[in-house]
């Protein structure tokens, strides 16, 4: 069920230009220490936006510290990074610090095996305890923040609710109502852009926080095979809910072979009102449609209960540090990673590119320069009501969703079956990974 959207958007020249690393070893990045001055190897994914951020990081820390030098390693992206970071993890030699996926992906690197602990550091009781889940093993916290979070929800044209006298919903009937009104007006309600599949998603994943309000034990019971999509009430709704906008007629008209941008256009031009949708995108709309980024807000999607609305989020990555890296160069990764998340580290990473949500360390605000629909997202974090992706909390993540939400997103098939498909391509999924119970 895994949504890596930014992997999927990155341009080609640009990842092309980022400095390819795939498999060095840390003695080949000059890690043996000069005199006096102990060096830590860090290690990053290529993608261009994640090797900048490094890069502005690791230039203000090295600034501030005379007897400590990072230097950047990088790493493919997609599963031939995961390859690496798992074979160096189990060969001993992995960077001194590394960052790497937080959740599901994180449990895969058996990290009470493979990483150091940090529950002892001075930023733990400034984390954001849904990100401190998602970097937890056997009770231990291994893991601190590596930017900020993204929120799944629904971007709105604040100028079209201006117009029409609409009112931010708190309730999926309240939403739906709003729907007819915007219908009524000549407006697209929801924007869909299903030509690039993986949008086709966003409904059923960002309503986790609604299916977790409704039932807090869900993702323990999926992992163990004791609940379902199908069967489980608050789950099928999810897929229920994507059914519901289409036979509703509530779509643009070129749903079916809209893609990404195209859809984000439509949202910023008013002639679509919602786009169910991942706040990484913000940022594209900033870039495609600058006159109209104060138009654009977001909500969180709607349950059936607005004394329980709130926001799914997808937690930012991590930094580690491998059982590998020890004495001098132990502290001097703890020293970084401490960095990282102060408030100098958060603004320095909001400097290199807009954030997509907030950070999950107390004292770390957005600027003011973001743009509205990224603060909108604060008053979640601020009132505590938000929720891991299911991601996050499961292992179990079947390859077929997209394909199975275009469908039910189409009207060729209907939410309970799209449903029960789903539950089919978990089990085979969760038996590869030899899940017990299935």
Not at 122 to 146: H, R
Not at 344 to 354: K, L, N, P, Q
Not at 366 to 394: G, H, N
Request: aromatic share 8%; proline share 5%; net charge negative.
């Amino acid at each position: 069920m895994s949504i890596r959207p930014s992997r999927r958007l990155a341009l080609a020249a640009l990842a092309a230009g980022a400095l390819v690393l795939s498999a060095c070893s840390a003695g080949s990045l000059g890690t043996s220490d000069e005199e006096g001055t102990t060096t830590v190897s860090y290690l990053v994914d290529n993608e261009a936006s994640t090797v900048k951020t490094a890069e502005a990081l690791v230039s203000a820390f090295n600034a501030k510290n005379s007897s400590i030098q990072v230097k950047i390693e990088t790493r493919p992206q997609g599963g031939e990074g995961d390859n690496i970071v798992k074979t160096r993890l189990a060969t001993g030699d992995m960077a001194d610090v590394f960052g790497y996926n937080s959740g599901s992906l994180f449990q895969a690197l058996k990290p009470e095996q493979n990483l150091t602990p940090l529950d002892d550091q001075p930023y733990v009781g400034d984390l954001d305890p849904a990100f401190k889940v998602t970097v937890t093993a056997g009770g231990k916290l291994y893991g601190a923040p590596n930017g900020a979070a993204m929120g799944g929800g629904i971007l709105y044209n604040k100028a079209v609710y201006t117009k029409l006298g609409l009112q931010v919903p708190k309730t999926w009937a309240d939403f739906m109502a709003n729907n007819a009104k915007i219908k009524a007006a000549g407006v697209a309600p929801v924007v869909q852009a299903y030509q690039d599949t993986w949008t086709s998603q966003v409904i059923v994943l960002a309503d986790y926080h609604n299916v977790a309000a409704d039932q807090p034990d869900f993702a323990e019971k999926f992992t163990a095979n004791q609940a379902k999509f199908a069967t489980t009430p608050a789950a099928l709704r999810s897929f229920q809910r994507l059914q519901d906008v289409h036979d509703a007629k509530y779509l643009n008209k070129d749903f079916a072979s809209a893609k990404l941008e195209q859809g984000l256009k439509l949202l910023a031009d008013g002639k679509g009102a919602h786009f169910p949708m991942l706040t990484f995108t913000v940022a594209t709309l900033a870039a495609n449609s600058p006159d109209k980024i104060d138009d654009i807000g977001f909500f969180a999607l709607p349950g059936d209960d607005a004394a329980k609305n709130g926001l799914t989020v997808w937690e930012p990555g991590g930094l580690y540090v491998p059982k590998s890296t020890t004495g001098a160069k132990l502290d001097a990764a703890r020293q970084f990673i401490t960095f990282v998340v102060s408030k100098e580290g958060c603004d320095i990473m909001a400097g290199a590119s807009t954030p997509s949500g907030p950070f999950v360390v107390k004292g770390c605000d957005l600027p003011d320069t973001v743009p509205a629909a990224i603060k909108d997202m604060q008053p979640y974090f601020d009132s505590k009501a938000t929720s891991p992706a299911l991601e996050f909390l499961s292992p179990v993540k079947g390859p077929t969703l997209e394909q199975i939400t275009v469908e039910v997103g189409s009207g060729i098939r209907k939410a309970a079956d799209g449903a029960a498909l789903y539950d089919q391509d978990v089990k085979k999924q969760a038996q590869q990974l030899g899940l017990s119970g299935w």
